[in-house]
């Protein structure tokens, strides 16, 4: 466009014209193209990362959750309508698991301070590597008897629960085997609704 037919305004900045609709939507287009820096990477505290270290090497699940009530079996954020607790089904043990793990002893008196969507936490239940362990859930690499992350990446060359290290492609860092974040994924969850549901047909055993 010429500089010549354009009329600027207070400040410098040119007033378009009819004439020049063409240019911008062309620019508006280019600037709207998919590029590498589209997706937004969470930082580590946006994503409630936990080291290995802070959860003493355990796998993250709600049997070492804070917010979890031993008693009644439930979760403090959850509400008294969700049962919480380990199942077993077709031989494999599933362990619950959400977005808003806090490490520590679960409760021994039971209370409930909210009624959260499990949608909205991410509620899921996690498959053990075996049946009975003492601990099992969450981890980044699947160490520690933990199940791993699909975000956790390595060169392939050993199993990922044998890693020091990997590459974590969700917040695009390095992080260690046994660390933990809200964003924790698995193609091989069951769904907090499939769940209760075969808690409630379980009669509420395991
Ligand atoms: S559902 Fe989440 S917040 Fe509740 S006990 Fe389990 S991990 Fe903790
Ligand atoms: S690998 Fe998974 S659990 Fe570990 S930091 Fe990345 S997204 Fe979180």
């Known amino acids: 466009m010429s500089r010549g037919n354009l009329t600027i305004e207070d400040g410098g900045f040119p007033v378009y014209k009819a ?35 802070e959860m003493h090497n355990e796998p993250a699940s709600c049997y070492n959750c804070q917010m979890y ?26 362990w619950p698991h959400c977005a808003a793990f806090l490490y520590g002893e679960p409760k021994a008196e039971t209370s409930y301070s909210a009624q959260r969507d499990p949608d909205y936490t991410a509620l899921k239940w996690i498959n ?21 992350c699909d975000h956790y990446s390595t060169d392939g060359k050993i199993e990922k629960w044998n890693s020091p290290t990997g590459f974590c ?11 933990e974040c ?16 075969i808690i409630g047909s379980q009669n509420g055993a395991s």
């Not at 590597?129 to 791993?148: F, I, M, T, V, Y």
């Not at 809200?182 to 091989?188: G, I, M, T």
Request: charged share 25%; hydrophobic share 35%.
């Open 19 to 53: 004439a020049q609709i063409g240019k911008v939507n062309a620019m508006r287009r280019a600037k709207s193209l998919p590029d590498l820096e589209t997706p937004i990477v969470p930082t580590k505290g946006q994503a409630l990362f936990t080291t290995a270290e």
């Open 169 to 179: 492609r969700a917040l695009q860092v390095t992080v260690a085997c046994g660390d």
């Open 128 to 148: 053990a590597p075996k049946p009975g362990l003492e601990r099992s859930g969450a981890n980044c690499g699947g160490c520690d008897q933990g199940d791993d």
């Open 69 to 94: 009530n031993s008693g009644a079996k439930t979760c403090s954020i959850h509400g008294p309508r969700i049962p919480i607790r380990k199942l077993q089904k077709d031989g494999i043990e599933y």
């Open 182 to 197: 809200a964003l924790w994924w698995d193609d091989d969850i069951l769904e907090w609704r499939q769940a209760i549901k």
